[in-house]
């Protein structure tokens, strides 16, 4: 028997049927019991969605299928994988990156300030880590963020940063860099000194710099950061200066570019690379990726 207790949600019964089509490529058993549309079964998880639109699912393996499949697929939420958001009332800086794996597109490290009388606010308009929200919805809270606090972003197109890149050598000492620039402008604008980071690194690499900018902040830095709220708002602002950043990209080279780096990205890569040559593609990528490699050719070389 699981240890888990059953997930118990709403679906809309219009998704019913794709729920079903879907269960049954998945190898599940389907039987429709009393006052049920239909209850679907395999080794350690049971399915139930009933008449009244309640779904059910338990078993030992229900973590990984609500996780991964019906969360993303069908229900477009993420309350089971990603808890509610903490809420820490004391007001701080809360700073973020996004695209630091992409290959195209830029790096965009954000920083938010929230104050005491935010937090519900922002609770209530549901900022949550931007890796549990669509790009629609993380344009939306993007732009009610930008209306209700102070925040700061440091957009760093690919030219730049492999201009940067070549003076650092390293991604974390880039990052930090662009973490103590964003929070040096937020403690200008807001005058706050309390800051939550997302830890991407040793611990000394952003203290070094943000030493080397002179800047006294009482700094936390901890792994999956954007549980807080503060963080969680900056996740989403960078997130959406990437994703535009990205898009803006796609339009100019007439080539939809993918996220992250995979062979889709590659073969992206070789098409900007057939019809606008090495320059070019050169210019819209992170050029100490691998992948810029494979896209070359040069791989074994």
Not at 18 to 32: C, E, P, R, V
Not at 152 to 170: G, T
Request: aromatic share 8%; hydrophobic share 40%; proline share 3%.
């Amino acid at each position: 028997m699981s240890s888990l207790p059953p997930f118990v949600t709403t679906l809309d019964l219009k998704l019913a049927e794709k729920l079903l089509n879907d269960l049954q490529q998945q190898g599940f058993s389907i039987t429709i019991p009393a006052y049920t549309r239909f209850s679907a079964s395999k080794k350690g998880l049971t399915c139930t969605l009933y008449t009244s639109g309640k779904l059910v699912v338990q078993g030992k393996e229900q973590a990984h299928f609500i996780e991964f499949y019906l969360e993303p697929e069908i229900l477009e939420s993420f309350g089971f994988s990603h808890p509610t958001t903490k809420i820490d009332l004391t007001p701080h800086i809360g700073i973020d990156e996004s695209g630091k794996g992409d290959f195209f597109g830029p790096l965009c490290i954000a920083g938010v300030y929230i104050q005491a009388n935010q937090f519900s606010k922002l609770q209530a308009l549901g900022v949550k880590d931007s890796k549990t929200l669509s790009d629609k919805t993380i344009r939306q809270l993007a732009s009610q963020i930008k209306n209700l606090c102070l925040y700061h972003i440091v957009k760093i197109n690919p030219a730049k940063y492999n201009e940067i890149y070549q003076d650092f050598k390293n991604l974390n000492r880039l990052l930090a860099w662009g973490h103590a620039t964003t929070i040096e402008q937020l403690i200008l604008q807001s005058g706050c000194q309390t800051v939550i980071i997302d830890q991407f690194a040793d611990e000394k690499v952003v203290l070094l710099a943000l030493k080397r900018k002179k800047l006294d902040v009482n700094l936390t830095q901890r792994h999956r950061a954007e549980d807080d709220l503060a963080v969680a708002a900056a996740s989403i602002l960078a997130r959406q200066a990437f994703i535009d950043g990205l898009e803006q990209l796609s339009k100019e080279i007439q080539i939809p570019l993918p996220k992250g780096s995979s062979s889709a990205t590659q073969k992206a890569g070789k098409e900007v690379l057939r019809k606008w040559g090495e320059e070019r593609l050169r210019s819209i990528c992170k050029q100490h990726f691998k992948t810029l490699d494979a896209i070359l050719g040069k791989v074994g070389k």
